[in-house]
């Protein structure tokens, strides 16, 4: 869960089936809630908070399944050429917090960088989806 806040997504994900999640969160003063938030909801044996920039992290931690990420479209485009390599074979990324206005500008940008959009979902004013890199 890049950029993680109060690590709801983390938890989603836990929650859903997934044996280890990272949450990296840049925002130190975000980090005590999303631990907290991670202790009520029992899961502090699968979720490890990190604290620090996603962008230099998510290598380490590779390779990894699934990258979920509800950020601004603009860090979005910065950490995407990141997750490429840190995903497995079969790795998705699904993200979220891009603006309805901006999503045909968002996925030309992505799509000339080698990401399909497999599945897309909007909301209101929201924009979000689930992202698999083009293997040539």
Known sequence: DLG????????AAAKLGAARVAAIELDGEAISNAEENVAHNGLTDRITVIEGDAGALLPLLAPVRVVVANIISSVLVELLPV????LTPDGVVVIGGVLVAERDAFRGVIEADGWRVVREYAEGEWWAAELHRVRG
């Open 83 to 86: 997750a490429a390599p840190a």
């Open 4 to 11: 993680c806040g109060s690590a709801v997504l983390a938890i």
